[in-house]
């Protein structure tokens, strides 16, 4: 899959796709639909699906200081959009210059001149252009004029997550910053990742007996609730089942919110300096101060206790134990 970051990356001899585009921040279910369509549609036409996004996030240009957490960061948005079967990713610098085109400037400039698109699929919802004026009607009387045709797809999905609000990356944000894990997962179509480089922590968990990876996390992070969680930290290539700690570590008055795994069974790792992946499976327990070092010791082989069994439970395909 190609990678193009701004309009001049597009190779000049680009030839007619189908496109969409949009923040796709996490690759949800509802994304997923999107995206599918874009790609089912370019294989009927025998042209590329490319997907166009943007970074920063638009929010954070236009209301400064108002980047949401990030469920996904962009290439691994990329890695998600390549296993859909999407060709070219195209990431436009959002700058307070770019914010300032209008609908029909932003379909000459990016979606004629560039992509010369034959079809763009979209949500029935989508914006575009200067103050988020341009919407699917106008991109579709802007077709006429160009010669592409517009697609809209539906992206309501629903279920248990949520309480059964449609699926969305704000609704993701919100179980994420609550601590259920397993509703995101229900949304995202897999575990919710946090990924980052193993950096030297205070290595108290190597003192007690259980190393940790203690992972720095990259800007913007979606990190879940302080607590305890199952799940599995991946590491060049090799998912491990772990017993997840977020938070600031009030057995030791931590002040500093960290992510540390302890990789489950697994003996002398050394993977400081690397840049890895932890996949939060399900919530064990919240973050708590014990009495003792000792009682610290017995809650801890508790978690890793339950956290084998959850993980297990779902490599087995039995799901979540009740």
Do not use: C
């Not at 193009?4 to 923040?23: A, C, K, M």
């Amino acid at each position: 899959m190609q990678r193009w970051r701004g309009l001049e990356d597009i190779p000049q001899d680009w030839g007619r796709s189908v496109v969409t585009i949009g923040s796709y921040d996490g690759v949800h279910r509802g994304h997923q639909l999107i995206i599918g369509r874009a790609v089912e549609r370019a294989r009927e036409l025998g042209v590329p699906a490319v997907v166009v996004t943007f970074d920063p996030h638009p929010s954070e240009v236009v209301r400064p200081g108002s980047h949401p957490p990030l469920l996904a960061p962009h290439h691994r948005r990329a890695e998600l959009m390549a296993e859909l079967g999407v060709d070219a990713v195209l990431i436009l610098p959002f700058t307070t210059e770019f914010s300032k085109l209008s609908p029909a400037d932003f379909v000459v400039k990016v979606l004629v001149d560039k992509l010369h698109a034959r079809v763009v699929v979209e949500g029935p919802n989508f914006r575009f252009g200067h103050k988020a004026a341009g919407n699917v009607a106008f991109l579709t009387e802007l077709g006429a004029t160009y010669d592409y045709e517009v697609d809209v797809i539906d992206l309501f999905v629903s279920g248990d997550a949520g309480g059964g609000e449609p699926f969305s990356s704000t609704l993701t944000r919100r179980l994420v910053a609550e601590g259920d894990v397993a509703g995101a997962a229900e949304i995202l179509g897999r575990p919710h990742r946090v990924e980052g480089v193993v950096v030297r922590g205070a290595q108290r968990g190597r003192e007690l007996g259980f190393p940790t990876a203690n992972v720095e996390t990259l800007p913007h992070t979606a990190i879940p609730a302080d607590g305890v969680y199952a799940g599995w930290l991946d590491a060049q290539g090799e998912a491990m089942p772990a017993a997840i700690s977020v938070g600031t570590n009030p057995q030791f008055d931590g002040t500093e919110r960290t992510v540390e795994a302890y990789a489950i069974d697994r003996i002398g790792l050394d993977l400081y300096g690397l840049h890895v992946a932890v996949d939060f499976l399900a919530f064990v327990r919240g973050q708590a101060k014990f009495d003792s070092i000792d009682e610290l010791l017995v809650a801890i082989a508790d978690d890793v206790k339950k956290s084998r069994e959850l993980i297990e439970a779902a490599d087995s395909g039995n799901g979540l134990p009740e």
